[in-house]
């Protein structure tokens, strides 16, 4: 069983450009939430994903958006990146109303 | 609105007891508790449901009082293993009964 994969690992932007993060699913699993994760905070919710709709979105602009692709697969996108966009972010996959979700790794963005 | 943990970190003797806190000012009908070593990605611990129903997978213990909006997590016996970073989690209803996370309880166990 393949866990939740994501890259980059780590990225460094400046402010003001747009960025794409991408993460794929555990084997089996049709749904994708995203979480930013300051340092020091509790991962906060974005947004998910489940069969390619937006299913749910947490306090966050619209210069976030996502998309899932039939393979459950997932990306994060980030338009106009500011200073407080560096985080780690956090994507984590489960089965819809399944209770238990399954992080990935994280992908460390850095604006500048 | 985010629970909120308490405390905000504890230093603990290997086979020493911790219990770590969960609030919330809404009403809660589960509450899901996990854990992040450092680097690492977070793993879930196990869930709370409102009527007194547990699932987890891992031998950790805790509490859930619908009517004080709390929950606890109790860590007996603790070992090195255990030292992390614990979250709780609790449905918002604002965001789709998707999971709103509290800052997080800092373990360190020592041996």
């Known amino acids: 069983e393949t866990g939740v994969t994501q890259s980059p690992t780590h990225l460094i932007k400046t402010r003001g450009q747009q960025v794409t993060l991408r993460c794929s699913s555990q084997s089996g699993h049709n749904t994708v939430s995203w979480y930013q994760q300051a340092l020091g905070q509790g991962p906060q919710f974005i947004f998910q994903?489940?069969?390619?709709?937006?299913?749910g979105r947490g306090n966050f602009p619209p210069r976030f958006s996502g998309l899932q692709f039939p393979n459950y697969s997932s990306e994060l996108n980030v338009n106009a990146l500011e200073l407080d966009d560096s985080a780690l972010y956090l994507c984590?996959?489960?089965?819809?109303?399944?209770?238990?979700?399954?992080f990935g790794p994280g992908t460390r963005l850095t604006v500048l | 609105q985010q629970p909120v943990q308490s405390p905000q970190a504890v230093i603990l003797r290997e086979g020493e007891d911790a219990v770590i806190n969960c609030s919330s000012s809404?009403?809660?009908?589960?509450v899901h508790w996990y854990r992040q070593k450092h680097g690492e990605a977070p793993v879930f611990l196990m869930i709370?449901?409102?009527?007194?129903e547990q699932k987890g997978h891992e031998k950790i213990s805790a509490s859930f009082n619908e009517k004080k909006q709390q929950s606890s997590l109790y860590l007996t016996a603790s070992q090195l293993s255990y030292s992390g970073t614990y979250f709780c989690?609790?449905?918002?209803?604002?965001?789709?009964?998707?999971?709103?996370f509290g800052a997080g309880t800092i373990l360190r166990v020592k041996s």
């Open positions: 994903y489940y069969r390619e709709e937006e299913n």
């Open positions: 809404k009403a809660l009908y589960s």
């Open positions: 984590a996959s489960s089965q819809l109303g399944g209770y238990e979700q399954f």
């Open positions: 709370l449901l409102k009527g007194g």
């Open positions: 989690g609790t449905p918002q209803k604002e965001y789709g009964n998707k999971l709103v």
